[in-house]
Structures are given as C-alpha cells and as structure tokens.
C-alpha cells in the first residue's frame, strides 16, 4: 500500500523545507505551486521532481483537484505547506491502511496561532478534524474556498482519536499575518463567492444595530460558551478578528451588490475618474 502526499504551496519558502522533510517517508510527493516568486521550487526540487504549475488564485483550494489527478498512489495525504506530520502520525496511518480501517480517515489538526496552541472554541486537536487521509477514489475536491472536500456516499469514516497523531498547524504569526491572508485576501475572495452564488451569504442584517447584534452574540458565544477566554489573550484575539472577518465580508458583498460588480475597486475608480475630468473640464471652459 502505497501513499501520495499533496502540497500546494505559493510563496512558502519559510515553511516547505521542514514539511517535506516530515513527509519524506512517502512514496510519491506532488507539489502544485501557483508559480511562487521566493524560493519554494526550488527549495521543493530536493524532495521530489514531481512539482506542477497552477494558475495563481489568492487561495489553494481550486488546485487540489489538479493535485490529486496527478497522485499514482492508492492512498492520499494531503498536507499544507504550514503543517508538519509527526512520527506518531506516520505511523498510525500505516496501521489504519494495514488493517483497513476506513476509507476516509479524519486527522486532528494541533493548531498554533500567534505562537502558543490553542485549545478552544473548535481549534483543540479533536475538535478540528479533517478528511486528510483517503484512499483516492472515494474523494474528489470543489474549487470554493475553505469547502473543498467532496466525499463519496457509503464511504468509509474513521477518526483518529489522540491528538499526538496529528498535524501540527502554524497558523497565523501574528496579526499582520493574519491580515495579509485572511482579513484582507480570504475575505475578498469570500465575498465574491457570495456575490457569485457560489456561497450561501452570512446573514447578519440588514440594519447597523441587528448586525451590531448578532456579531456581539457570535462573539458572547465564541468566547463564553465555547471557552474562548480559556486561551487568555489569544482567544479573545481570535473571538475578535472571527466577528471582523465576518463583517468585511458582509460589508464587501454590500459594495459589489451596490455597484453590481465583483470589483467595485474598479467601478469607484472610473466615478472618481469622471468627476475629476469634470472640475478639470470647468477650467478649460473658464478660459
């Protein structure tokens, strides 16, 4: 039984190195890069020589179809670049493809966010499960973001149940990370998404205080019910940015909507554009 490992990367020159060298034990690893300009490739080239190219889309979700049409293997395992698998890990997906214990295998993801793990609020290692580990014809990948995973009916599941055999998760460094990625890149791309009737909108209202409302109450049960405050600074942090996140993408669909384009950037622009000709145009006429 042998295992592909998948990796999309863009610009991960930071972080490559140390995945592939906890993945090395695999039979056939596929990179897909969306044409980075630091050093991934070629970083990448010392651990396999099957790496493609892929279309630069801000996120890697559209790639990972690509990715697995590429694999030979039976088995898959996809990883992301910001990810290491531990030994523990390793070895227990050789005893799940040994004894056959499911065709779709849920990974616990150990998830680091400005440096410490955090353990609430759905990122603790057994509340953060994902379809990692598959045999490759029971699944198949959409192109939306942050829902990728398409799985075969009368499928197989099994979930590994002890966090050590897990991923280890680099999330965000700090908060300029996090708004470079996601608040100011995934959000965009969400919005999008919404406008385009690829994703059901997140509906906060449509009045300042019913959205003032519900972000408050989204916050109260991020950070009380699902014990956020029990990750100190960090999940009030994460509560927050979860609340604000949510907000630009609302309030990015809004414009798009308003202006009836997906890139109202470009429709602001061409207004500000016309009203300059025309205060120019009153002094050329003044003359």
Same mark, same amino acid.
């Given at each position: 039984?042998k295992?592909?490992i998948?990796i999309?990367?863009?610009?991960e020159?930071k972080?490559?190195k140390s995945?592939?060298e906890?993945?090395?034990w ?13 050093k991934?490739v070629d970083i990448a080239q ?6 493609f190219?892929?279309e630069r889309?801000?996120?890697a979700?559209p790639a990972?179809?690509f $990715? @697995?049409?590429?694999? /030979?293997?039976?088995?898959v395992l996809? &990883?992301?670049a910001d ?5 523990? *890990?390793?070895?227990?997906l050789?005893?799940?493809m ?5 065709d779709v295998i ?14 609430h609020?759905?990122w603790?290692p ?7 580990f598959f045999k ?5 990948f959409?192109d939306e ?5 398409r799985i075969?009916?009368?499928t197989?599941?099994?979930?590994l149940?002890?966090?050590?055999a897990g ?7 700090d ?6 990625? $996601? @608040?100011?890149?995934? /959000?965009?791309i969400?919005?999008?998404? &919404? ?5 059901p909108r997140?509906? *906060?209202?449509n009045s300042?205080?019913k959205i003032l ?8 049960d991020?950070?009380?019910r ?8 960090r ?9 604000i996140?949510?907000l630009v993408?609302h309030?990015?669909?809004e414009l ?9 950037r470009r429709e602001?622009?061409?207004?500000y554009?016309n009203m300059?000709?025309?205060i ?8």
């Amino acid at each position: 039984m042998k295992v592909s490992i998948l990796i999309n990367t863009l610009n991960e020159e930071k972080n490559i190195k140390s995945c592939l060298e906890s993945v090395k034990w695999a039979d056939e690893i596929i990179i897909v890069d969306m044409y980075s300009d630091d050093k991934t490739v070629d970083i990448a080239q010392e651990y396999t020589d099957k790496i493609f190219f892929f279309e630069r889309m801000g996120y890697a979700d559209p790639a990972r179809q690509f $990715a @697995l049409e590429k694999a /030979t293997c039976e088995w898959v395992l996809v &990883v992301d670049a910001d990810e290491i698998v531990p030994l523990k *890990l390793k070895n227990k997906l050789q005893e799940v493809m040994e004894k056959d214990l499911g065709d779709v295998i849920y990974v616990p993801h150990n998830n680091y966010f400005l440096g410490k793990q955090i353990f609430h609020m759905g990122w603790g290692p057994l509340d953060d499960l994902h379809p990692r580990f598959f045999k490759k014809k029971f699944v198949s990948f959409g192109d939306e973001i942050h829902e990728f995973f398409r799985i075969n009916e009368d499928t197989r599941s099994y979930s590994l149940d002890d966090p050590e055999a897990g991923f280890l998760h680099f999330s965000y460094i700090d908060f300029e990370h996090y708004m470079d990625k $996601a @608040l100011n890149g995934y /959000t965009s791309i969400e919005a999008r998404n &919404v406008y385009e009737g690829k994703k059901p909108r997140d509906e *906060l209202g449509n009045s300042v205080p019913k959205i003032l409302f519900t972000l408050s109450r989204g916050f109260f049960d991020s950070f009380v019910r699902d014990r956020g405050y029990k990750d100190g600074f960090r999940g009030f942090a994460i509560c927050m940015l979860s609340n604000i996140y949510r907000l630009v993408v609302h309030m990015k669909v809004e414009l798009m909507e308003e202006y009836n384009s997906s890139d109202p950037r470009r429709e602001i622009l061409a207004e500000y554009d016309n009203m300059k000709k025309e205060i120019i145009l009153e002094y050329e006429n003044e003359k």
